[in-house]
Nanobody, 121 residues
Framework: QVQLVESGGGLVQAGGSLRLSCAAS????????MGWFRQAPGKEREFVAA????????IYADSVKGRLTISRDNAENTVYLQMNSLKPEDTAVYYC??????????????WGQGTQVTVSS
Protein backbone atom coordinates (compact mmCIF):
# COMPACT_ATOMS: atom_id res chain seq x y z
CA GLN A 1 0.00 0.00 0.00
CA VAL A 2 1.26 3.47 -0.93
CA GLN A 3 -0.25 6.76 0.20
CA LEU A 4 0.50 9.90 -1.78
CA VAL A 5 0.14 13.51 -0.67
CA GLU A 6 0.67 16.37 -3.12
CA SER A 7 1.63 19.93 -2.25
CA GLY A 8 2.93 23.06 -3.94
CA GLY A 9 -0.03 24.07 -6.04
CA GLY A 10 -1.28 27.63 -6.22
CA LEU A 11 -1.94 30.67 -8.36
CA VAL A 12 0.76 31.91 -10.73
CA GLN A 13 0.90 34.29 -13.67
CA ALA A 14 1.55 33.05 -17.17
CA GLY A 15 5.26 32.56 -17.74
CA GLY A 16 5.87 31.81 -14.08
CA SER A 17 7.01 28.68 -12.28
CA LEU A 18 5.82 26.28 -9.62
CA ARG A 19 7.23 23.12 -8.11
CA LEU A 20 4.85 20.39 -7.06
CA SER A 21 5.87 17.78 -4.52
CA CYS A 22 4.40 14.38 -3.78
CA ALA A 23 5.32 12.71 -0.52
CA ALA A 24 4.85 8.96 -0.44
CA SER A 25 4.45 6.66 2.51
CA UNK A 26 5.73 3.13 2.58
CA UNK A 27 9.14 1.52 2.62
CA UNK A 28 8.87 0.40 -1.00
CA UNK A 29 8.67 3.86 -2.58
CA UNK A 30 12.02 3.43 -4.31
CA UNK A 31 10.69 0.42 -6.23
CA UNK A 32 7.66 2.24 -7.66
CA UNK A 33 7.31 4.11 -10.90
CA MET A 34 5.81 7.55 -10.28
CA GLY A 35 3.73 9.81 -12.45
CA TRP A 36 1.86 13.09 -12.64
CA PHE A 37 -1.56 13.54 -14.23
CA ARG A 38 -3.87 16.53 -14.46
CA GLN A 39 -7.54 17.25 -14.93
CA ALA A 40 -8.82 20.57 -16.18
CA PRO A 41 -12.43 21.67 -15.62
CA GLY A 42 -14.78 19.84 -17.94
CA LYS A 43 -12.03 17.60 -19.30
CA GLU A 44 -10.83 14.08 -18.67
CA ARG A 45 -7.77 13.35 -16.59
CA GLU A 46 -4.64 13.27 -18.75
CA PHE A 47 -1.11 11.99 -18.41
CA VAL A 48 1.61 14.61 -17.81
CA ALA A 49 4.89 12.84 -16.96
CA ALA A 50 6.35 9.68 -15.45
CA UNK A 51 9.64 8.50 -13.99
CA UNK A 52 11.00 5.02 -13.40
CA UNK A 53 11.97 3.73 -9.98
CA UNK A 54 15.64 4.64 -10.48
CA UNK A 55 14.97 7.96 -12.16
CA UNK A 56 16.80 6.74 -15.22
CA UNK A 57 13.78 6.84 -17.48
CA UNK A 58 11.29 9.64 -17.93
CA ILE A 59 8.47 10.32 -20.35
CA TYR A 60 6.38 13.43 -20.97
CA ALA A 61 3.21 14.44 -22.72
CA ASP A 62 3.97 16.43 -25.86
CA SER A 63 2.15 19.46 -24.45
CA VAL A 64 4.60 19.83 -21.56
CA LYS A 65 7.93 18.77 -23.06
CA GLY A 66 10.65 21.32 -22.43
CA ARG A 67 8.63 23.14 -19.76
CA LEU A 68 7.87 20.55 -17.06
CA THR A 69 10.44 18.26 -15.45
CA ILE A 70 9.76 15.24 -13.27
CA SER A 71 12.34 14.07 -10.74
CA ARG A 72 12.48 11.99 -7.58
CA ASP A 73 14.42 11.68 -4.36
CA ASN A 74 14.16 8.11 -3.11
CA ALA A 75 15.89 8.97 0.15
CA GLU A 76 13.10 11.46 0.87
CA ASN A 77 10.26 9.35 -0.60
CA THR A 78 9.32 12.32 -2.75
CA VAL A 79 8.65 12.97 -6.41
CA TYR A 80 8.65 16.46 -7.89
CA LEU A 81 7.22 18.25 -10.89
CA GLN A 82 9.09 21.44 -11.77
CA MET A 83 6.81 23.58 -13.89
CA ASN A 84 8.32 26.46 -15.90
CA SER A 85 6.94 28.79 -18.56
CA LEU A 86 3.44 28.07 -17.35
CA LYS A 87 0.47 28.77 -19.62
CA PRO A 88 -3.20 29.33 -18.79
CA GLU A 89 -3.95 25.96 -20.40
CA ASP A 90 -1.85 24.30 -17.69
CA THR A 91 -4.58 25.19 -15.19
CA ALA A 92 -5.82 21.95 -13.65
CA VAL A 93 -5.85 19.74 -10.60
CA TYR A 94 -2.56 17.86 -10.62
CA TYR A 95 -2.46 14.30 -9.29
CA CYS A 96 0.48 12.21 -8.22
CA UNK A 97 0.33 8.50 -9.03
CA UNK A 98 2.34 5.36 -8.37
CA UNK A 99 2.56 1.86 -9.77
CA UNK A 100 4.95 -1.03 -9.17
CA UNK A 101 5.60 -1.26 -12.92
CA UNK A 102 6.81 1.58 -15.15
CA UNK A 103 5.00 0.04 -18.08
CA UNK A 104 1.66 0.43 -16.28
CA UNK A 105 2.14 4.02 -15.15
CA UNK A 106 -0.58 5.20 -17.56
CA UNK A 107 -3.08 3.24 -15.45
CA UNK A 108 -1.51 3.53 -12.02
CA UNK A 109 -2.64 1.62 -8.99
CA UNK A 110 -2.34 4.46 -6.46
CA TRP A 111 -3.46 8.09 -6.59
CA GLY A 112 -3.02 11.17 -4.48
CA GLN A 113 -5.82 13.59 -3.67
CA GLY A 114 -4.64 16.30 -6.06
CA THR A 115 -3.42 19.88 -5.84
CA GLN A 116 -4.85 22.85 -7.73
CA VAL A 117 -2.66 24.82 -10.15
CA THR A 118 -4.14 28.00 -11.62
CA VAL A 119 -2.29 30.03 -14.25
CA SER A 120 -3.63 33.50 -14.90
CA SER A 121 -3.17 35.27 -18.22
Amino acid sequence: QVQLVESGGGLVQAGGSLRLSCAASGRTFSSYAMGWFRQAPGKEREFVAAISWSGGNTIYADSVKGRLTISRDNAENTVYLQMNSLKPEDTAVYYCAADPQYGRIYVPRYWGQGTQVTVSS
